[in-house]
């Protein structure tokens, strides 16, 4: 198969470009590396796009494979011909080689392996050929009681078995079924116990057409199947599919055609339909599967961009009832500076003492920033934090932060090495203080899928959520970049061309040596090779190093180029760190990009991505999102009451709407419905991880705990 010209059919994008990124993977660049210092060769696609395409060439050949695997065992049976050939090279999915191999798989004993065993195999190509002959004669033909043959009806009963065999096992019946139950059919779902309560009873008796039912739907009553409390299956007119079998199989209008008929309808109800109908449901689920990691990879990148809270000593408080609220101050470089536990739920003195704790450490330590886990006592740890807050004159926000996967971390192995001498109750305040000072260098040190911006995760194929998600917080690691001599050795492992094992001998390095002094020095570091560093070294940051262009994005590659471009514009190298080529981009159009570009020896694209770097040395590119909303005061859902108007922030989007913070523990949901005035085909079309938004309450049930909001105007 030509994959460039497949490739570049469906993205769209020219088959040359195509066929650069295809020779780019095989040399074993990375997608971020491709992605950003590449652009020439694939005309200056996304990381998101790249890697959608390195999925998609994965699977064409894989299913090309398996092609070549089904061919030639089809060969090594002697039963290779045109017609199949023809068949296998134009098949585009899996589904439909695995149909074509279908009649010369090895079964299991079946009722028509047996009656082939018999020898009624003629038998029942006597009949399948349709022509005018006394059956019955022909039956009397194959009795054979030492086989098991003992009558003419045992003898017509084995042949319709095998017709009814070879019927379900025809590739084209097969692939014409599923067409039509794809567009025709409906998902059924009904109660199994109707007496017993449940949170699917809105699914004990649903039916939705297979081509328009949401995923978030299917994954819910696949759920609810799996638990017991719904039974599930595709509804279609038999008749529809009957009509098509027949039309294939029935040849003649005579007593052999009859029976063909009435094999064809056992095939289809005891055969086909189930095996079909199994196919398609595995097939709702996959896309709604894909569908629902999308979206998580989406919300993940959304949260790991949020824009960093800098400059500010943080206190991180992780909530508890019985054993306490734990208290970690860190500095604005994530140092630990203090610890302590306090108890903000417990009796009038000790809540005295804690108000006494924590404002001694606001002020000891000149703190800016509170971050609250959103775990147990999160609410009353809350209201207690807003009242400190209230009683001091020196200026303090909140937030509440999501501590997913934070008890997970505490306990790794990664937290040990990195507070050996802290409790591990206490690391996971200290995670969630550093999680408002940069989500992205602390959240890297979490498994991805137990960082919590998902629905139905667990119900996902953890091996593709896995590979998604990891692909997510490698293009957000390598777009933001990392500060080798600060970096932890969790976030070194996320830049391109960086494994586990070499991201420990940088640090090593770094310990044993001290602070990098150029991006050259990486090279010394034990199995960091050329290829590795080619692929890292654009990514890494070395701020103390005398070349400025090691503190930018500008590939070691492209100096050359870069110091051209600062000469060609009248500037020197040095300009960069104090901010003097802030006319490098109107000089730049002044000569011309294409003209620049060739003098220099570059392309535009790579061009104007140094002209960037340049004028924004060190940028980051999460400064140009809105900053969070950081609070002072809190709300109990007891004061909400409908049409009151609040700010707050996009937690997480899923397929039918959005949950919002407004400053309650319980997040309030946004529908859908609810998103905007204008028809809103899927909230993420409007709303991202991080948005601070501005709502109205619709309703509230304090007794459930449940907010609905709207953005309506």
Not at 543 to 565: G, I, Q
């Amino acid at each position: 198969m030509d994959h460039a010209k497949q490739l570049a059919q469906e993205f769209s994008i020219k088959e040359e470009y195509a066929e650069n990124i295809i020779s780019l993977l095989d040399e074993g660049n990375t997608i971020p590396f491709i992605a950003r210092y590449r652009k020439e060769m694939h005309g200056t696609l996304d990381d998101q796009k790249i890697r959608e395409i390195s999925e998609r060439l994965e699977y064409l050949r894989s299913l090309d494979k398996r092609r070549e695997e089904v061919a030639a065992l089809i060969e090594g049976l002697g039963k290779m011909d045109d017609e199949i050939r023809a068949a296998l090279d134009n098949a585009k999915i899996l589904s439909e080689i695995e149909d074509i191999y279908r009649p010369y798989k090895p079964k299991r004993r079946t009722r028509a392996s047996a009656a082939r065993e018999k020898g009624l195999e003629g038998l029942a190509q006597a009949v399948f050929g349709q022509e005018n002959i006394d059956i019955g004669l022909e039956a009397d033909k194959y009795i054979n009681e030492e086989k098991g043959v003992a009558t003419r009806d045992d003898a017509i009963s084995g042949a319709m078995d095998i017709i009814a065999e070879d019927v379900s096992d025809n590739a084209e019946i097969r692939k014409r079924l599923k067409n039509i139950i794809r567009l025709n059919g409906s998902l059924r779902s009904k109660a199994a116990d109707p007496k017993k309560d449940s949170v699917y009873s809105m699914y004990y008796d649903h039916t939705e057409p297979v081509k328009s039912i949401a995923g978030h739907r299917i994954l819910a009553i696949d759920r609810g199947e799996r638990e017991g409390f719904l039974k599930v299956g595709i509804d279609i007119d038999p008749e529809k599919c009957l009509t098509i079998i027949c039309r294939l199989m029935i040849k003649a209008q005579n007593d052999c055609a009859d029976m063909v008929k009435a094999a064809c309808e056992d095939a289809y109800s005891r055969l086909i339909f189930p095996s079909v109908e199994r196919e398609i449901r595995s097939e709702l689920t996959d896309a709604a599967d894909e569908q629902a990691i999308k979206l998580f990879a989406m919300n993940l990148r959304q949260l790991l961009m949020q824009p960093p809270v800098k400059g500010f000593t943080a206190i991180g408080l992780d909530p508890g009832y019985r054993t306490g609220c734990k208290l970690a101050v860190v500095d604005p470089t994530g140092r630990v500076l203090d610890t302590a536990v306090i108890y903000p739920t417990h009796s009038a003195a000790q809540i005295e003492k804690s108000k006494q704790t924590l404002k001694n450490m606001i002020r000891k330590y000149r703190a800016g920033i509170i971050a609250i886990g959103n775990g147990t006592a999160s609410k009353e740890t809350e209201m207690f934090t807003a009242e400190c807050i209230g009683e001091i004159d020196e200026k303090v926000s909140y937030m509440v932060v999501s501590e997913a996967g934070a008890s997970v971390y505490s306990a790794s192995k990664l937290a040990a090495a990195e507070m050996p001498e802290l409790d591990l109750t206490l690391r996971s305040a200290v995670s969630i203080a550093r999680r408002l000072q940069d989500p992205l260098a602390e959240l890297v040190k979490i498994e991805p899928k137990a960082i919590g911006v998902g629905q139905y995760q667990h119900d996902m194929p953890q091996k593709r959520l896995s590979e998604a998600l990891d692909g997510v917080v490698e293009d957000c690691v390598n777009t933001v970049g990392a500060d080798l001599n600060t970096a932890s050795p969790a976030l070194l492992s996320r830049v391109s061309g960086i494994s586990s094992a070499v991201s420990g001998n940088i640090v090593a390095y770094r310990e044993e040596n001290g602070a990098f002094t150029s991006r050259a020095e990486l090279k010394k570091v034990p199995k960091l090779g050329p290829k590795a560093f080619e692929q890292c070294a654009g990514f890494l940051r070395v701020a103390e190093s005398k070349e400025p262009l090691d503190n930018t994005a500008v590939h070691p590659e492209s100096y050359k180029a870069a110091r051209e471009l600062l000469r060609l514009c009248g500037y020197e190298p040095e300009d960069i760190r104090n901010g003097g080529v802030g006319e490098l981009r109107s000089r730049v159009e002044a000569i011309g990009a294409e003209n620049a570009a060739e003098k220099v020896g570059t392309g535009v694209p790579t061009l104007m991505d140094i002209i960037n770097e340049l004028t924004k040395p060190g940028r980051d590119p999460r400064d140009e999102l809105p900053p969070p909303l950081l609070r002072t005061d809190v709300l109990d859902i007891k004061d909400l009451k409908p049409g009151m108007e609040l700010k707050g922030t996009v937690r997480n989007v899923i397929d039918f709407g959005a949950f919002v913070d407004i400053g309650v523990h319980q997040d309030g949901l946004v529908h859908i419905s609810q998103i905007s005035n204008k028809r809103v085909k899927h909230p993420s079309d409007v709303l991202r991880v991080g948005d601070v938004v501005n709502v109205k309450i619709l309703s509230v049930d304090v007794e459930k705990g449940r907010i609905s909001l709207t953005m309506k105007g």
